[in-house]
Every structure is written in C-alpha cells, then in structure tokens.
C-alpha cells in the first residue's frame, strides 16, 4: 500500500480475484499485508492480470499469540509436511524453519529441486487467510540442521522436542515464559544421540509430550498447544 | 487371558502375527490386552487362523495421562475422522463418542451403513499399539448429538470446545481440575445457536482456544494438549 492508498495484489491473488471470484473494476474485497495489517478495498484497475486496490479502510484481523514461536521443523514426508505448515500458521506460528537432520528421508538438494519451500509458503499463505490472521509466517530456505545450528537464529530460547522413550524432556510449564522461543521438532526416526548433543552443548533445552509417542506431524501443533496454555499466551 | 496364563489373540492380530509377521508355535510376542495390560508371551498353538499365547511376564506400557477424557466429536468427512481416532488415540483418550450435529454433513444412518465404528475401532487399535499404550479407547456407536445429550453420559464436566469467532469461551486454565473431563468438538460449519443454547441449559462450560480459527480435525488434538497441560495430566 502506497502513501496514496493503493495496492497491487500479489500474482496469486490477483489471478484468484479475476479467474476464481470473477471480480472487476469497483468490487469491494477485504486485503491483507501479511504484515498485521488488514483493510477493506475497492478495486480501480485490472489490467492483464493486475489487480490494483484503493483502501477504503481497516477491518481487524484474528490475534497473534503472545509469543512469537519459530517452528524447526525436520522436512517430513510429502503431505505431511504440508499439513504441518498449513495446521502451523492457523495455530499462529511466527516463522517456519525446515531443516534437514541426520534421519530426516530427503535431502536439501531434493527439497530445493522440488521447489517445496514456493509450495510451503504457498500453503501459508492460504492458511493465513482461512483461520483469520494478517500476519504471513515466512517459510525460510531449508538447510541442513548442522547449517542451521551455525547460524545467528539458533540462539536460546530453544526448546528441543524430545520422544518419551528419551525421556529426559522437562514440562512447558517449568521454562521460564518469554516474549519468543524456537521449537525444533524431529523428523521420524527421531535425533541421533550426536545432534542431542550437540543441542545440549548450544544450551538447547529439552521438553517432553507425555508418556505416549506422537507422529512426527502432529508434535508441532500439540508442542505449540501446551506452550501457549502454559505460558497464557493464546 | 485366563487363570493358566493362557490367551487367544483377536482375530485381526492372529492375521497379523500369522500372514504378515509369519510367525509360528513358539515364537515371541509382545501382547497387550486393552485393559492396561502388556506381556511377554510365547505362541503355543496357531490353527486354523486362532493363535494361543502363553503369557511368560509383564512389560511396561506407556503411562496413561492424568486426566480420562472423554472426546465426543461431531463426525467429519473421511479420512479426517480417521485421523482424529488415530490421534486423539496416541495422545491418551480415554473413550471416543462420534456424534452426527445439525451441521455435521453426514447422517447416522450413513455412517452406519459404511461400518464406520468398526473401521475406527480398528485404527484406534493400530494408533495404540504405535504409540505404546495398553489401553484400548473404545470408539461407542455414533448417535446423534440430540440423543448423546439425553443419554446418562452427557454428564459434567463438559467442555464445549468454541470458536472464536463465537468469542465466549473460558481458558482451560480456568475450569476447576478433576478425575476425568468430556470434549466435545463440533462440525466444520459449528454449533448451531439451538446446539449452543442446549449445552448451557446443560451446564457445560464453554472453552476456546486462542484467536485463530483451527481445521474441526485440529481441534482435538490442540483441546487435548491444552486440557494436559493446564492441568499437568500428561
């Protein structure tokens, strides 16, 4: 949105208005930055695609939890990972990291072949408009998790998914609340004892689920359901 | 198993151990009964399809959570309902109810002619066989929410789950903790009001989970995580 008002929608959406809802000059639709930001527009202009909007106002958007979680998430198999972006976002995940752990089944030259990221955050996109939020959580480039340790992001607070057969995970509710934390899930076969090492040794702390084993998909939503409750941050 | 330690496995699992595990007199099995019980057992006779065991010891099973609950879930289209079983299963339900509401896009009648509860029962064994539990949670004949609301088990405390849009819920963190809790999770399209007003004549609490609408398949699996941890029962 420009000092004037106005806006041209993203490709996507602009093919979406024209080709799916079959809108022109003059409609009214509700648009969001991505960035918080959510208005009531008017369409003045569709030219070869384009779509150009004048804002007419701001209408409210779904809250944004009270910590800003960044989900490292190992790259699961095909559709499973696209559920998990997708059940991320809606339960209002700040930024997903994919990363590729020593058990992880693919690797990042496949992933980056495939164009999933472009998928991924396709996928957020979408997700971001169906539950209500105006923020776009960014899916970031995958790398692999010793690229991703290496980096300024894997700084603490970050809280280490570990199975109940590790067993040495604390309880959500005994980590000290603060305004951001990491959550780095594993992939399948679970982290090597190398990389729970190497977690420990970065001061990585270790959080369990209970006693029963999860799918590798559904520990993000139910990590970030137990972190919200016990820090009150829904 | 009976007072000689003597036991039959269930037809489906005689398959398994017979056709795809191929094992015969003799072998090693680990068994669970349903009921919290786990063995170490022997096969001592396999004929005709029916497998007698020998239990030779106890092993341990995943701990159950501190809390029964009780998911009565509005029945969702296909896979998604299978999905819920399964994780609803892992995560340490104790009972599952499927329920067919105002705007649930099925009817009882339907579901019961696809055998639906059996294949449930089914996934909710494999669920718990994966995730390391004894214990079964049995998944009751699906009735409609109107007679699940007359039957003795719609009893308190239930906690409806709401959406937001719907705005007056509770925080789990809010309702008083006890012995065993009922979830019930609506349809894609929600509650109608009748559905609405009927639960507060019943004195069910209303509970919502953040500002962000969730997938109806999300929902119990995020209630169940929150209801955990908010009442330290994982």
Redesign the interface.
């Known amino acids: 949105v420009d000092d004037s008002g106005h806006g041209v929608l993203d490709p996507d959406e602009a093919a979406h208005v024209t080709r799916v809802l079959r809108l022109g000059t003059g409609a009214e639709i509700d648009v969001v930055d991505g960035r918080g930001g959510t208005f009531h527009a008017r369409i003045v202009e569709v030219s070869r695609g384009r779509v150009r909007v004048r804002v007419e106002g701001t209408a409210s958007a779904?809250?944004?939890?009270g910590v800003r979680v960044t989900l490292v998430m190992s790259v699961i198999k095909g559709d499973r990972m696209d559920e998990v972006v997708?059940?991320a976002t809606?339960?209002?995940v700040a930024a997903i990291q994919p990363v590729v752990a020593t058990r992880s089944e693919v690797s990042v030259a496949t992933v980056a072949r495939a164009h999933r990221r472009e998928r991924w955050q396709r996928i957020a996109v979408s997700a971001m408009k169906?539950?209500?939020?105006a923020t776009l959580p960014p899916v970031h480039e995958p790398v692999t998790l010793e690229r991703w340790l290496g980096s300024p992001e894997a700084a603490a607070p970050v809280l280490v998914l570990t199975e109940?057969a590790v067993g040495a995970g604390s309880?959500?509710?005994s980590v000290p609340r603060s305004a951001a934390a990491t959550l780095l899930v594993g992939p399948e076969g679970g982290w090597t004892p190398d990389e729970a090492a190497a977690f420990a040794a970065a001061g990585f702390q270790f959080v369990?689920?209970?006693?029963?084993?999860?799918?590798a998909d559904?520990v993000p939503?139910?990590?970030m359901?137990?972190l919200?409750?016990?820090w009150?941050a829904?």
Chains 1, 2 share one sequence.
């Open positions: 779904a809250a944004e939890p997708r059940d809606m339960m209002g169906q539950c209500g939020r109940p309880r959500f509710g369990a689920l209970g006693g029963r084993t999860l799918r559904a939503l139910v990590a359901a137990a919200f409750e016990a009150l829904w």
